[in-house]
C-alpha cells in the first residue's frame, strides 16, 4: 500500500521548492531501483487509447519539466502513467537561471519557476534515457540553449530532434517557456514557419535513414489571442506535425495577484492557468478538426480539471504542478475520470 502523500507533504513543503523537488525525484528512482516503488506507486488505470501510432495505457501523461535529464523514467511510470514525457533537453549543458528559482504559492495550489531549461545537456539526456525499460510510451522535450541567439534556434533544435530521434516514441518542441530570453518569440508567423518547415526537412531526412516517422509535437504557451493560436493551428497542418500540446506556464499574475511571490519573475502553472489552457485548446481543436492530436496541459488538480480537458478537446492530458501539491493519487484519479468521460461520450 503506497504510503500517503499527505504525510509526506508537509514535509517537503518545509523545503526550498528546488530542493524538495530533487529529493523527491531521486527518492523515487533509489526506491524503484531497490524494488520499493509499492511505497509511492499506485496501480496503472487500464483505458488503453491510439494515437500518433502509439498504444497509450491510460490517457494521463506526466508533463516535461519535473523529471528534465531523464534520470527517473522508469520510477515515474509506476505512478500509473499511460506515458512519460522528460527534458527539457538542450545540445549543451547549461545550470538554468540563478537560484533561487522556483517558489510555491499554496493559497492558489500553484508554482512559478523561472528554471531557464537547467540540464546535464543532450549526451547525459540519451545515457539516463536508453537505460529506461520504456515500460509506457516516452516523449523527449527538446529546446534550444540560452546561448543560441534566437535567430539561430533552428540548428539547436535541429541537434536536439538527430539526437534523441532513435530513442523517442515522440518529440516535443518546446518554443514555449517564457525562461528563455526571447524563446516564444519562435510562436510567431514567420519564424514559426521557418522552424517547423526546417524540422519537417530532418524528420523526413531521419525518418528515411532510420526506417521510421516519429510523431514531432509542438508546446505552446497560453498567452496567445485567437489570430495566434489560428496562426499556429495552421502552420501545424502546412508542416505535417503530429500534433500539439496546449499549454505551458503562463505569464499572468491576474490570479495570484496580492500572494506571497506573486511578482516573481517566471511561468506560473497550477489552477490559475486552466482557464487559459481550456481556451487554447478549445480554439486549437475548431481549427484543427479532429485530424490533429491535442495534450491538455495546465492547471489539473482533480479528475474533473482532466475531464474539462478532454470536453474542451483535448485527447490525452498531462500533470505536473498537480503532483506537487495532490501527489501520485492524483494520477489514477484522472484516468479513471477520463477512462469514465470517453466511454460516455464516445471519444477517441
Known amino acids: 500500500m503506497p504510503?500517503?502523500?499527505?504525510?509526506?507533504?508537509?514535509?517537503l513543503f518545509r523545503l526550498n521548492p528546488e530542493w524538495a523537488h530533487q529529493l523527491t525525484l531521486n527518492g523515487i528512482r533509489l526506491a524503484h531501483s531497490a524494488g520499493l516503488s509499492i511505497l509511492y506507486a499506485h496501480p496503472m488505470v487500464r483505458d488503453p487509447v491510439e494515437l500518433l501510432g502509439l498504444r497509450f495505457a491510460n490517457r494521463v501523461g506526466l508533463a516535461a519539466g519535473l523529471d528534465k535529464n531523464g534520470e527517473a523514467i522508469d520510477a515515474l511510470a509506476a505512478m500509473g502513467f499511460g506515458f512519460v514525457e522528460v527534458g527539457t533537453v538542450t545540445p549543451r549543458p547549461q545550470p538554468g537561471n540563478p537560484k533561487p528559482r522556483m517558489f510555491r504559492i499554496p493559497q492558489a495550489q500553484a508554482l512559478i519557476n523561472r528554471m531557464?531549461?537547467?540540464?546535464?545537456?543532450?549526451?547525459?539526456f540519451l545515457r539516463h534515457v536508453r537505460r529506461s525499460h520504456r515500460p509506457v510510451p516516452i516523449g523527449l522535450n527538446i529546446g534550444k540553449n540560452a546561448s543560441t541567439p534566437v535567430e539561430q534556434a533552428l540548428d539547436d533544435y535541429r541537434i536536439g530532434l538527430e539526437g534523441v530521434y532513435t530513442q523517442a516514441d515522440?518529440?516535443?518542441i518546446n518554443i514555449s517557456?517564457?525562461?528563455t530570453r526571447n524563446l516564444r518569440q519562435l510562436q510567431s508567423d514567420?519564424?514559426?514557419?521557418?522552424?517547423?518547415?526546417?524540422?519537417?526537412?530532418?524528420?523526413?531526412?531521419?525518418?528515411?535513414?532510420?526506417?521510421?516517422?516519429v510523431p514531432m509535437l509542438l508546446k505552446i504557451a497560453p498567452d496567445l489571442d485567437d489570430a495566434d493560436i489560428d496562426v499556429i493551428a495552421d502552420q501545424l497542418l502546412a508542416h505535417?506535425?503530429?500534433?500539439?500540446?496546449?499549454?505551458?506556464?503562463?505569464?499572468?499574475?491576474?490570479?495570484?495577484?496580492?500572494?506571497?511571490?506573486?511578482?516573481?519573475a517566471g511561468g506560473l502553472s497550477g489552477p490559475p492557468v486552466r482557464e487559459a489552457s481550456v481556451r487554447?485548446?478549445?480554439?486549437?481543436r475548431q481549427r484543427l478538426g479532429r485530424q490533429v492530436p491535442i495534450i491538455g496541459v495546465g492547471g489539473i488538480l482533480t479528475g474533473a480539471d482532466a475531464v474539462e480537458k478532454l470536453r474542451a478537446g483535448a485527447d490525452l492530458v498531462q500533470l505536473y504542478t498537480g503532483l506537487i501539491y495532490r501527489g501520485p493519487e492524483l494520477v489514477s484519479e484522472c484516468a479513471r475520470a477520463l477512462a469514465l468521460?470517453?466511454?460516455?461520450?464516445?471519444?477517441?
Open 3 to 11: 504510503i500517503s502523500y499527505r504525510l509526506i507533504r508537509p514535509i
Open 116 to 124: 531557464g531549461f537547467n540540464n546535464a545537456g543532450l549526451e547525459a
Open 170 to 172: 515522440y518529440v516535443s
Open 177 to 179: 517557456s517564457p525562461n
Open 190 to 213: 514567420a519564424a514559426l514557419q521557418g522552424l517547423l518547415s526546417g524540422l519537417a526537412e530532418t524528420r523526413e531526412r531521419l525518418s528515411q535513414q532510420h526506417g521510421r516517422r
Open 240 to 264: 505535417g506535425m503530429d500534433g500539439v500540446i496546449a499549454t505551458n506556464t503562463t505569464l499572468s499574475r491576474e490570479a495570484v495577484s496580492g500572494m506571497a511571490h506573486a511578482q516573481e
Open 280 to 284: 487554447v485548446i478549445a480554439r486549437l
Open 341 to 348: 468521460e470517453a466511454n460516455q461520450g464516445g471519444q477517441r
